[in-house]
């Protein structure tokens, strides 16, 4: 199937209104959604949710894949590309190479984000050899 041009202010004005309703639930006006590359149609989307119900992974990029996988009832999502409020955490990037999405649009950037001084910590300490990381990793024989 070929691609369509994607409209990209249609999908980030969704973003737009996930991050109100994020404001309106009390939590980070984060959002994200999964676009069809070859239909142009949204096929998950959600908004952060991690305070909401003391979730740590419940992050708008993880919840918008898990959406769009039961969705399409599959886990590759090579046919799709992402769209987020911000630059996705290293948790979130993970699942995005998971779900084999090759294409990710975001609004704000790791240095416009107030939010995303954890996410800089984590980023840094992959670079770190196993053993000088903050984590302690031991295998056990």
């Known amino acids: 199937m070929s691609e369509i041009v994607l409209d ?3 999908f980030m004005e969704k ?3 996930l991050e ?3 404001i309106k639930r009390g939590v980070r006006p984060l959002a994200c959604v999964i676009v069809n590359k070859s239909k142009g149609e949204i096929i998950g989307e959600a908004h952060h949710m991690v305070e909401l119900v003391n979730e740590s992974s419940l992050h708008s990029e993880i919840m918008a894949i898990n959406h769009a996988c ?3 009832r599959k886990i590759d999502l090579s046919d799709c590309v992402l769209y987020s409020s911000c630059q996705p955490c290293p ?3 993970a699942a995005i190479y ?4 090759d294409t ?7 240095e416009d984000d107030d939010f995303s001084s954890y996410s800089k910590f984590i ?3 992959f670079t770190k050899p196993i053993e000088e990381r903050k984590i302690k990793m031991n295998k056990i024989s």
């Open 104 to 110: 990710v649009y975001y609004k704000n950037s790791n």
């Open 8 to 10: 990209h202010s249609k």
């Open 91 to 93: 948790m979130c990037l």
């Open 20 to 22: 109100q309703r994020a």
């Open 15 to 17: 973003i737009h209104i």
């Open 98 to 101: 998971w779900a084999k999405i």
């Open 70 to 72: 039961h969705y399409l």
């Open 123 to 125: 980023y840094d300490e």
